[in-house]
């Protein structure tokens, strides 16, 4: 069985491939000459072979060829020729082959109405044909009758394979769309969350070393103890930025995935003490951190998003707002995470404007949240996140 369909399956690739003429054309030759064997080697007592039956058992050959252009006109052409052979006892032949050809091409191309019709027309007609013709047999209904609905449903079986094919590769090409579509959006989202990620380092690192590189000078030569210390945060700073850096950068790397490269892990909420002490030693900034509620842990992305907005927060307070202290708020409920970061600036602070505020929002909204930023209610600036947290989050992401 396996060696007759690996034959089978070429050729019927071949025939599908190859121009439909060639092969309805072929068609049309090999049932004409089929219908004339019975006239070139005709039986005892059968009708002889005449040019007018021959020339109407073309006409059930011919059409053939255009069967798949014009199915019903083709059906039509042959069903009169095939009617005027046995209404002249041309005579007809003892196989329809020409209407076995029309019925299912009629049933894999037609449309509801001209197949119902065509099918009813062959086979009353045979039925009629045969009724008038002398020494009908039983065996004769059986057989012409059960060969046109065999044709008949090998058509509908075809026109049913067809429209599977058809649906199933509509189907693969819109998934292949979808997937194309959700990869693009992945990694816009991935270059986006780089872009964030490198923002907020980098703008946090620099920010303290330009902090610490401006009063080095200053105490270099009165208080070398604090120059000292300047400078080493400086370097300290600026290692923590490479590393950070050098683990975001290793997602980009194939080699590193392939090799397991150890990889830092993303900074959380309980990383919070350590970056406002940071900030504290490295700027003068008086930092306090103050929790309210019951603390829980979150999902990785929205622990990030928090340590995150805060870093922006107090870099926004380190670079522009000229503040002597800033104020870190956790308050958590039931519902969400509020961050409130809080300064007493008074120099220019950008609240529309800068990858970092537009960053905070984004990370914000990506889960589920918002932020808030503008001045506070005492002066100084403010910067307000909330976040969900729980069942909520799911909520808020939709």
């Known amino acids: 069985m396996s060696a007759v369909r690996s034959w089978f399956a070429p050729v019927v690739t071949r025939l599908r491939t190859t121009n439909p003429y060639v092969v309805d054309s072929a068609l049309a030759v090999l049932v004409l000459f089929a219908a004339s064997l019975q006239w070139m080697f005709p039986d005892e007592g059968d009708d002889p072979l005449t040019l007018t039956g021959w020339l109407l058992g073309a006409c059930t050959a011919a059409p053939l060829v255009w069967r798949r252009r014009f199915p019903y006109a083709a059906a039509l052409t042959v069903s009169a020729a095939t009617t005027a052979m046995a209404?002249?006892?041309?005579?007809?032949?003892?196989?329809?082959?020409?209407?076995?050809?029309?019925?299912?091409?009629?049933?894999?191309?037609?449309?509801?109405?001209?197949?119902?019709?065509?099918?009813?027309?062959?086979?009353?007609?045979?039925?009629?044909?045969?009724?008038?013709?002398?020494?009908?047999?039983?065996?004769?209904?059986?057989?012409?009758?059960?060969?046109?609905?065999?044709?008949?449903?090998?058509?509908?079986?075809?026109?049913?394979?067809?429209?599977?094919?058809?649906?199933?590769?509509?189907?693969?090409?819109?998934?292949?769309?979808?997937?194309?579509?959700?990869?693009?959006?992945?990694?816009?989202?991935?270059?986006?969350?780089?872009?964030?990620?490198?923002?907020?380092?980098?703008?946090?690192?620099?920010?303290?070393m330009v902090v610490q590189a401006e009063a080095g000078p200053v105490v270099v030569r009165s208080d070398p103890a604090r120059a000292?210390?300047?400078?080493?945060?400086?370097?300290?700073?600026?290692?923590?930025?490479?590393?950070?850096?050098?683990?975001?950068?290793?997602?980009?790397?194939?080699?590193?995935?392939?090799?397991?490269?150890?990889?830092?892990?993303?900074?959380?909420?309980?990383a919070l003490p350590s970056l406002v002490r940071q900030v504290g030693e490295s700027t003068g900034l008086r930092v306090d951190l103050s929790i309210r509620g019951r603390p829980r842990p979150l999902p990785p992305d929205t622990e990030v998003a928090a340590y995150r907005a805060v870093q922006e927060a107090l870099t926004n307070t380190v670079k522009h707002a000229y503040a002597s202290c800033a104020q870190v708020e956790l308050d958590w409920t039931e519902d969400e995470l509020t961050l409130t970061v809080t300064d007493d600036g008074t120099g220019p602070t950008r609240t529309d404007g800068g990858h970092g505020l537009i960053g905070l929002r984004e990370r914000a909204a990506a889960c589920g949240?918002?932020?808030?930023?503008?001045?506070?209610?005492?002066?100084?600036?403010?910067?307000?996140?909330?976040?969900?947290?729980g069942a909520d989050r799911e909520a808020a992401l939709g």
């Open 369 to 389: 949240g918002s932020a808030e930023t503008g001045p506070g209610p005492q002066g100084g600036f403010r910067v307000v996140v909330r976040l969900p947290a």
């Open 87 to 208: 209404y002249y006892h041309a005579p007809p032949p003892d196989v329809l082959y020409g209407g076995l050809v029309v019925l299912y091409t009629m049933a894999a191309q037609g449309l509801p109405w001209q197949r119902r019709t065509m099918l009813v027309s062959w086979l009353l007609g045979a039925v009629l044909t045969m009724q008038h013709k002398e020494h009908s047999q039983p065996f004769e209904y059986a057989f012409h009758l059960t060969g046109m609905i065999c044709a008949y449903g090998l058509g509908v079986l075809a026109r049913v394979q067809r429209a599977y094919t058809a649906a199933v590769e509509d189907r693969a090409a819109r998934l292949e769309r979808e997937r194309a579509a959700e990869t693009a959006r992945a990694i816009a989202q991935e270059r986006a969350r780089i872009a964030r990620d490198m923002h907020d380092i980098l703008a946090h690192a620099v920010s303290l």
């Open 228 to 270: 000292e210390a300047a400078f080493e945060a400086i370097a300290t700073s600026g290692r923590d930025a490479m590393a950070q850096l050098r683990r975001i950068l290793g997602v980009l790397k194939e080699e590193e995935r392939r090799g397991g490269a150890a990889r830092l892990p993303q900074p959380d909420l309980s």
